[in-house]
């Protein structure tokens, strides 16, 4: 029995010429649904949120306040920069010429009772600059930790490049003073000399041209090596040196 071939039918005679379903039918009264999907998407889509115009001004503000401020600062740092170059200011030059003591003297109470006469050379070496020396400049001499003697200096104006000597009588009292003759006189067997520390607290003025600035406070402090304590009689002074510090 001869077998006869099966036919099968083309697929592409079989497949569909035209789509089943019309595509205007797969499409709602509402329009295309992927149109629509992104509508709705677009719709509800979140929003940026608002500015704060507040916060926004504060930085504003702050920002130039810091600007101000750093522009006064370079202002103020470049007008001192400038006199200071065209001043050239230096501190004034102390010594201690002379020093007498024409009191030293234990008291029955055990205090010590001293006198001193003071000569101060002050030198301004400023060729620009004048110093005011005001009121209430005051002067002391000390023993270790002990103060002997004080006294203050008197008010005057000292010009460009001036040299001035000034003396000064200073006078005192130490209580419970039998500790410190001993001292002393150990002190100058011992070594051969005695050393006073002079302190010295005047309040000043500056002056350059017609501008006269506000009131400072020079401190100075000379240490002062002499041969001995003798009463009414000139103190050799072996060495000295003086140290300055302002305070505004």
């Known amino acids: 029995m001869s077998r006869h071939p099966k036919i099968h039918p083309d697929a592409s005679s079989a497949r ?6 019309p595509r205007a039918a797969s499409r ?6 992927s ?3 992104l509508t709705q998407r677009s719709t509800y889509a979140p929003l940026a949120p608002p500015r704060k115009r507040g916060r926004s001004c504060c930085c504003r503000c702050v920002c130039y ?4 401020l750093f522009l006064l600062v370079v202002a103020v740092g470049a007008t001192i920069g400038i ?3 065209v001043l050239k200011p230096k501190l004034p030059d102390y010594s201690i010429d002379r020093l007498q003591l024409t009191q030293f003297a234990l008291n029955q109470d055990s205090s010590l009772s001293t006198a001193f006469n003071v000569t101060i050379t002050a030198k301004n070496p400023n060729e ?3 110093i005011y020396y005001e009121d209430g400049i005051e002067i002391t001499v000390w023993y ?4 002997l003697s004080e006294g203050s200096l008197p008010k005057f104006y000292q010009g460009h490049e001036n040299t001035t000597v000034i003396d000064v009588q200073m006078s005192g009292q130490s209580q419970d003073a039998t500790g410190i003759m001993s001292t002393l006189e150990e002190q100058q ?8 520390r002079l302190r010295v607290d005047q309040p000043v003025r500056i002056k350059f041209g017609k501008l006269k600035l506000m009131e400072v406070r020079f401190l100075v402090r000379c240490g002062v090596f002499v041969d001995s304590l003798a009463a009414n009689n000139v103190i050799k002074i072996q060495s000295s040196s003086c140290k300055f510090r302002l305070r505004l």
Request: hydrophobic residues 25%; contains cysteine.
């Open 35 to 37: 149109k629509r999907t």
């Open 16 to 21: 569909p010429s035209a789509p089943l379903v």
């Open 28 to 33: 709602s009264e509402q329009g295309d649904p």
């Open 128 to 130: 620009k600059i004048g």
């Open 189 to 196: 067997q011992t070594t051969g000399n005695i050393p006073l």
């Open 144 to 147: 270790n930790e002990t103060k």
């Open 83 to 85: 006199l200071y170059l």
């Open 65 to 68: 306040t810091l600007c101000l």
